[in-house]
């Protein structure tokens, strides 16, 4: 077995040590156009801070490693520039000699990966990127320049944030411009809210809804008018498919443009598979393709299509699409289906906002987790959550995320045994609320109106009842809201129960559960009520996405 891997870092590594680890003596052969092949490309943005302060520390093998433990022929700075799929030949290119040889295979595995996006304005090759070592290098390289002050960052997300915090970790002033009224737009706008204060706290501009028009020798001009200094241009503004030979050699396509792949990975031809980055996903929860760029996903598809090879009926399952950020202390964390998402897609959802703590309130260091979970009205079947938090989003996310891949409900959160001692956790854990708070929704013991939802049930006459302190009410109050303490509300019913007659009435508090309680003393006495869900914290850090003062 004659076996040539495009790419090398996750996706063609773990395709290329499986195969030898099923076939001893298959012919294995690995092309990588850059210098270096097994690389931790997530780790980029800190060694460009820091963090990790050796270059050497990022790269996890070497063509000499490879070959001494695995017999695995790699050829580095090597451009697999055509494929012949009748005679079963790729065409390769030596960028250091500029020689052209051709080689043979049974399978050909394709993992280049994906390319950022250009940005098609004047100036833009000043503009640094970074999808490899070498770029990280001269990023850094750029950083450490005595006169270099300045950095003008393209594009709010994941690799966006990183880089800013670590330049700002250099030292340097840094500004990012985002098209978008949020940063990281693949989280829903209240969710990521605090996560963008933590950047704005620690010194990162931040230019919303803008994007660059041109760059000049020291500085970058705005879609807003506005011209920001800038010693240094980093772009990234979102990443593509690498789907050039898949294009050049006649291989089907998915509509996002990534490389169309069956559940073996194998490509529209029989002898042809492809993995990670450039290769499309079918979304667990929706059924349809969607490229989605996770590490995990390239380690586990490039092993599966090495089972694939050898003769193993292995068949990939769908992506849930699970991901996190951290960014000066806070994280960001999502898996599934986001609201924008299911809206888009027409997917009926209920949708529940908590506020808990990372860990028991009464013992030291707990810190708030802001969570949002989707589930079917239904079913109650989890379709996707987001979590936000200094401490414990991750965990929660994980647990989620595999209670969707198990297909439980909102309602099995609620049982699930999780480790608790107080200083991990609570009693009742987070994610068991969340299954507590879907319960009773799914019950029909509270009827709940989100965030923004809320302007317009007001519009329409509802009375809004802020159930929290007086204290509380007076250091920030939705408009038009009327305080009335759920401690006070049983009281006030006895003499004011009329106020309420043929009313819509939405109660709100800080977090959600006292707002609960008031809902149930409403409802035992006649009152069409609901709970705004999540609270003021939501609703706040829902109007601050929007751009709004609260």
Not at 235 to 252: C, E, F, K, P
Request: aromatic share 6%.
């Amino acid at each position: 077995m004659k076996i040539v891997i495009v790419g090398g870092v996750a996706g063609g590594m773990s395709a290329a040590t499986r195969a030898r680890r099923l076939d001893e003596h298959a012919d294995i052969t690995v092309y990588e156009q850059g210098p270096y092949v097994s690389f931790a490309n997530c780790g980029l943005p800190y060694f460009v801070g820091g963090v990790i302060p050796e270059r050497d520390a990022l790269l996890l093998q070497t063509p000499e490693s490879l070959w001494n433990r695995f017999r695995i022929d790699v050829r580095v700075k090597s451009r697999v520039v055509a494929i012949d799929p009748g005679k079963k030949t790729v065409t390769v290119l030596n960028l250091v000699t500029e020689e052209s040889t051709t080689d043979s295979y049974d399978a050909l595995i394709l993992s280049p990966g994906a390319s950022p996006k250009t940005p098609g304005i004047p100036g833009i090759e000043r503009a640094l990127q970074l999808r490899d070592v070498p770029d990280a290098t001269a990023i850094k390289v750029a950083a450490q320049k005595l006169d270099a002050k300045t950095v003008v960052i393209l594009g709010a997300g994941f690799i966006g944030i990183e880089i800013a915090e670590n330049l700002h970790a250099r030292g340097l002033d840094v500004t990012i411009v985002q098209s978008g009224q949020t940063v990281l737009p693949g989280f829903d706008p209240e969710m990521i809210e605090p996560f963008q204060a933590t950047l704005e706290s620690n010194g990162i501009q931040l230019e919303l809804n803008a994007t660059a028009t041109a760059i000049g020798g020291d500085s970058v001009t705005l879609s807003t008018g506005r011209e920001l200094p800038a010693d240094i241009v980093v772009s990234s503004i979102g990443v593509q498919a690498d789907n050039v030979l898949a294009v050049s050699t006649g291989l089907r396509l998915a509509e996002s443009g990534a490389i169309w792949v069956d559940e073996n990975q194998r490509t529209s031809d029989p002898h042809i598979f492809a993995v990670g980055d450039a290769a499309e996903k079918t979304n667990f929860l929706t059924g349809d393709g969607q490229p989605i760029w996770l590490a995990n996903l390239a380690n586990r598809h490039g092993r599966l299509v090495a089972d694939v090879v050898a003769g193993d009926g292995a068949s990939a399952r769908p992506s849930i699409g699970t991901g996190i950020i951290g960014a000066f202390g806070m994280v960001a964390a999502f898996t599934g289906l986001t609201e924008k998402h299911a809206i888009k897609e027409g997917i009926p959802h209920s949708i529940a906002h908590l506020h808990p703590g990372s860990h028991a309130g009464y013992y030291p260091g707990s810190h708030r987790i802001d969570i949002k979970v989707l589930f079917e009205p239904v079913t109650g079947r989890l379709l996707g959550a987001q979590a936000v938090g200094r401490d414990g989003a991750d965990k929660r996310i994980d647990v989620i995320a595999t209670a969707i891949y198990a297909g439980l409900t909102v309602r099995d959160l609620m049982n699930l045994e999780l480790a608790y001692a107080p200083q991990f956790g609570s009693a009742k854990d987070a994610v068991n609320q969340v299954g507590y708070v879907g319960d009773n929704m799914l019950a029909g013991n509270t009827d709940t109106v989100q965030w923004h939802e809320l302007a317009e049930e007001m519009a329409g006459g509802a009375v809004l009842i802020d159930v929290r302190t007086e204290r509380e009410n007076e250091a920030g109050a939705i408009p038009g809201s009327v305080c009335i303490p759920v401690d006070s509300l049983r009281e006030y019913l006895e003499k004011n129960s009329a106020d309420f007659d043929g009313k819509r009435v939405i109660v709100h508090c800080q977090v959600g559960q006292r707002g609960h309680t008031a809902t149930q003393i409403l409802r035992a006495h006649g009152v069409n009520v609901a709970n705004l869900d999540g609270g003021w914290l939501t609703w706040s850090a829902g109007q601050r996405a929007l751009g709004h003062a609260v």
